[in-house]
C-alpha cells in the first residue's frame, strides 16, 4: 500500500492518478527517456556526462520504487533525474571548482531565477532563500507562481 | 492553514519537484488527509509539472537505449541465474589501488639481483680499464722494441 492509499484508507475518491504501474525500465524509458534527459542536460550542459546520467537513472534500482510512488510515475522519473543529475553535478564541480556567477540573477528573485537556482543549480530552498535574502516561504511559493504562469501561458 | 493558502505556499509543487523537508511532506500528508479537494489539485498540478518538462524534452542517441536495454538484461539475468542456482550474489568493486602485493621473497630475490648488477657492473668497469691500460703498455713496448731494432 502506498503513501496515499494509505492516507485515503481505501475509501473515497481514488488516490492521486497513477496509470503508470509496473513498468520495465525500457518501457519507462521509451515513455520518459527524452523528458528525463531534458532534465538533465538543462543540469549538466555536457551531452556525454548527460548521457552517461540518463543511463544511470534508468538502470537504477530507485527506479523500480517509482512503481509504488504515491504520485504519478512522471514526477517520480522528473525527481530521480533531477536528482541524478544534481549529485553528478556536485562531483564534477568538487573536482573542478566553478566560481558562482549568480550576481547577475542575484538582483531579480523571479520565479523563474528561484526555480533556476533550486531545480537547475541544486541548491535547497533554504540556500536559495539566503543567496536571495528572502524567506523560505518566499521561495516555495515562488514555485507556485512559476508554475501558474506556465498554466496561463 | 487553509486549503487556498496551503495551494498558494508552493509546498506541493516543493513536494514534486522532491525540493521539500522532512516536516513539510508530513504537512503536505496530513493537508492531503484533512482536505480531498486537494487531490484534484495535484493531478492538475502533475499534468502541469510533466507538461512543462515535456515541452523541453530533449530525444537522447539511440546508442542510450540500447545500453540501458543490455543493462536491464544483465541484471535480469544475473537475478534469474541467482535464483536458480541459489548462489549469493557478488558486488562490482572498483579498486582504485596502484600498488601490487607479491610473496615476501621477492625481497631478498630483489636486493641479490641489485648487489649481483653492481658487482658485475664494477667488474665489468675494472677489466674494460685494465684492457685498456693493457693494449697502451703493449703498444709502448712495441715502438720501444722499434726503436731498439733500428
Redesign the interface.
Known sequence: MN??ER??NGA??Q???KLDSNL???EV??KF???A???I??ILPQPHLA?EV??SV??SPQLRSCNSYP??F??CV??LA??KAVEAKKKLTALVPVDDDYSASLDSSSPQTIFDL??RQGF??DEVAGKLNISK?E?????????KS??NV | MKTQDF????????Q????TSKEEKEQV?LM??AD?SL?NY??D??A???K???S??????TA??E???L??FK?KHNFNSDNRTGRTQYLDVEVNDTHIKVHKFWRPAFIAVFVLSKIFLIAGLYYYFKSASQQEELLRLKTQIEQVNR
Open positions: 503513501e496515499l492516507i485515503n473515497g475518491p488516490p492521486v492518478a520495465s525500465s525500457l524509458y521509451d527517456g527524452a523528458m534527459y531534458g532534465i542536460l538543462q548521457q540518463l543511463i534508468f538502470s504520485f504519478s512522471a514526477v522528473i525527481k533531477r536528482s533550486a531545480f535547497t530552498p516561504s521561495v516555495l511559493r515562488s514555485f507556485h507562481e512559476f508554475f506556465y498554466r | 495551494i498558494e505556499s508552493g509546498i506541493l509543487e516543493s514534486l519537484l522532491g525540493l500528508r492531503m488527509l480531498r487531490e495535484v493531478i498540478l502533475e502541469d509539472i510533466r512543462y518538462f515535456t523541453e524534452s530533449v530525444s537522447p542517441p542510450v537505449r545500453l540501458i536495454e543493462k536491464s541484471e
